[in-house]
């Protein structure tokens, strides 16, 4: 018997809880060559900003143990372009989009949120709090409750009702669950973490930083034990909030760590660099890993690390003494 | 193997050889699906690291050849520089790799036949002797100039002479052919052959310099690029370079999807490394197509 494989984002239901992460699938003609957008339980796109970007200086990469530097800067061809022609194309190509927006303050991103409310094909909006707010001498959005709740409210009363507003979080904030709930208290209807804390490395050949930005956000692998402590407790505190977990996964094992952190949908990011069949490959693993724990249904592992030992689909009776 | 709607495919491929050439290691990998889409100018990405690899982006190289034994075998030639390169030299016969390709922008070739001046620098020569052979077939004439900081580490010497009307050698030491650089011999060599058209493929100073040659002669020159990639199929937004377009705007372009192959002198190598200020989206600078200014928020 097959595992229901069906999850909900806010009020949407998604075929499937796995998606891409934002900026990690580019426009999706790409990862269209590889594989079907409409088998994904939905495309998040790149973040996408009012006008176009070129983004920062190369090198904008650098790999580290299990991860990955990366310093692009949002590059995009911003929301005019994004609209015409990469949002009917990933219509056309039968996936649910979710649109990522960053912006540098509360009215650039009040002002993507009015472009985006009359497109058809949103399936909902994840707002990019990891930008620098430029009002704010570059202090970014995520690190603090406050700018992030306004951000998130002003989203929420631009967009249309029906379209679920997605607030995306990042892991090096001081309190995040503080950030959480303030961004939960403005209006978000989903939370989704982690976005890339941020990290450096320095090659010792040149003797200077790796990346022409300095800094860069950090991902792979090396992040998910910080991914599934954020969704920990953010998911103790909030409970019945929808969270799109995301940090290093690469395989069904890795998603289904964070569903049973708390996250009911599951997005990849750095293992479609190195894999671009990773989505399908982690949706077909979890549901096999799903059937063996004995599960009917997707939902019932959702947090379920977080319940009493025991509340599982399978009672644990039969643990062996210990020998001691 | 996957199919797949576009060109590319992933494959398992089961390394067939493995030999050292000087200063470089070479592997024929069984890719089937790989050999049969290849053309000069492709490349592959290689998983590296085995299945627990901590090395989560891949690595990008040119395919040096493609011959049709084995259901389609691949030749890659590379230079151990990292980690990833590093495992890469470890493989032996009956090793299974994880390839993607082929990827990005070939070499265009001309419709009629040309004089051809093929440059490589290094283990760029590698990607140029494919392109050889198409533009022989279509009834060009090939002329080589290779080099290297020394003799060990310019490859394909012997194939270039096979090959080529003329092969012109320059290391930086002088120990094999002339001393100095590819550049210091090129002029001579576009003249005497009456060259139509410059390829080149080598490290990022070199084509700089062969594009300013050509600019010079005021001929064509397409390079092949080198920039770090992380994933090689135009997903992760990190192998970009400043290159101008039809229209005569800079755009901050994918060197994995959009190139690896440019025109030389649309590429403006003086600026990589950084956004130029006329850059389509550069910070401050011109944010919309078409060219109107506006502020740009970072
Ligand atoms: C289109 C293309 C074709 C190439 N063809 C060849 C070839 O035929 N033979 C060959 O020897 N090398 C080739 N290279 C360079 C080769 O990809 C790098 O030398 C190799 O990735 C270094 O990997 P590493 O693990 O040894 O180094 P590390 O320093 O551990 O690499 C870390 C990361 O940086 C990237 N990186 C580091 N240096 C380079 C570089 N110079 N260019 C691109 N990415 C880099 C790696 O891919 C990896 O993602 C090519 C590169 C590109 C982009
Ligand atoms: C190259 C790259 C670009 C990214 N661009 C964005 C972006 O535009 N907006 C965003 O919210 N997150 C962006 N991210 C963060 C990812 O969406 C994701 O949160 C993070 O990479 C962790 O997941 P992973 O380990 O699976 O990659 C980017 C990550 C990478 C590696
Ligand atoms: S290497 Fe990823 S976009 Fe070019």
């Known amino acids: ?324 | 193997m996957k199919e797949t709607a576009g060109t590319a495919v992933q494959v398992t491929g089961t390394v067939l050889t493995t030999r050292r050439v000087d200063a470089y290691h070479a592997l024929t990998v069984v890719a089937p699906g790989i050999a049969e889409r290849f053309r000069p100018g492709h490349f592959v990405t290689v998983a590296v690291g085995g299945p627990h690899t901590s090395m989560p982006a891949r690595r990008a190289f040119a395919v040096h050849d493609v011959k049709p034994d084995y259901g389609g075998t691949v030749e890659l030639v590379f230079a151990v520089r990292g980690r990833g390169t590093a495992w890469l030299a470890e493989r032996k016969a009956r090793d299974t790799l994880d390839l993607v390709g082929p990827l990005g922008r070939p070499f265009p070739v001309p419709r009629d036949p040309a004089a051809c001046v093929l440059v490589g620098g290094e283990y760029g020569s590698a990607s140029l002797f494919a392109l050889a052979d198409v533009l022989q077939r279509r009834g060009c004439r090939v002329d080589f100039v290779l080099g290297a900081a020394s003799a060990d580490r310019v490859f394909g010497a012997l194939r270039a002479r096979r090959m080529g009307e003329t092969t012109t050698l320059t290391t930086e030491d002088g120990s094999l052919g002339l001393r100095g650089r590819v550049t210091d011999a090129l002029p001579s060599v576009i003249a005497d052959a009456r060259a139509d058209v410059v390829y080149a493929c080598g490290p990022m100073a070199m084509l700089r310099g062969v594009t300013a040659v050509a600019v010079e002669f005021d001929i064509p020159v397409q390079v092949s690029i080198e920039e770090a990639m992380a994933c090689g199929y135009g997903v992760c937004m990190t192998c970009v370079v400043p290159v101008i377009g039809d229209d005569g705007v800079t755009r901050m372009v994918r060197s994995c999807v959009e190139g690896p192959v440019f025109r030389g002198e649309r590429v403006r190598f003086e600026d990589i490394g950084t956004i130029p200020f006329d850059a389509l989206g550069a910070p401050g600078g011109r944010a919309q197509e078409g060219g109107a200014h506006t502020r740009n928020v970072s």
Request: aromatic share 4%.
């Open chain 1, 1 to 324: 018997m097959s595992v229901d494989m069906r999850t909900y984002l806010a009020h949407v239901e998604l075929a499937n809880p796995i998606t891409t992460a934002a900026g990690c699938a580019a426009s999706g003609d790409e990862l269209s060559q590889f594989v079907d957008l409409s088998r994904l339980g939905a495309f998040v796109t790149r973040s996408i900003t009012m006008a176009p970007r070129a983004g920062r200086p190369t090198p904008r990469m650098a790999e580290t143990p299990s991860g990955l530097l990366n310093a692009v800067g949002l590059q995009g061809p911003g929301v005019d372009v994004f609209l015409e022609r990469e949002l009917p194309r990933l219509v056309d190509r039968g996936a649910r989009a979710v649109v990522s927006i960053g912006g540098g303050s509360v009215a650039e991103y009040t002002a993507l949120a009015r472009r985006l409310a009359d497109a058809p094909g949103v399936t909902a909006v994840e707002v990019n709090l990891s930008c620098p707010n430029v009002e704010d001498l570059g202090r970014v959005f995520a690190r603090d409750p406050a700018a992030a709740a306004e951000v998130v409210s002003s989203v929420r009363a631009t967009m249309r009702y029906d379209v679920p507003v997605v607030a995306k979080l990042a892991p090096d904030a001081a309190d995040i669950v503080a950030v959480a709930r303030a961004c939960v208290d403005g209006g978000a209807d989903a939370l989704a973490m982690i976005n890339t804390p941020l990290g450096m490395s320095i090659d010792v050949d040149t003797m200077r930083p790796a990346l022409a930005a300095g800094t860069g956000g950090l991902s792979g692998p090396a992040v998910r034990p910080l991914a599934v402590r954020c969704l920990w407790q953010v998911h103790a505190a909030l409970p019945g909030v929808p969270i799109v977990g995301m940090g290093g996964v690469f395989s069904g094992r890795d998603a289904l760590e964070l569903i049973l952190a708390g996250a009911c949908v599951v997005s990849v990011g750095t293992a479609l660099f190195h894999d671009p069949y990773a989505c399908l490959r982690i949706l077909r693993e979890l549901e096999d890993l799903l059937k063996e724990r004995g599960f009917e249904r997707l939902a019932d592992a959702v947090g379920l690390a977080q319940r009493p030992p025991g509340a599982g689909p399978r009672h644990r009776i039969d643990l062996e003494e210990s020998s001691l």
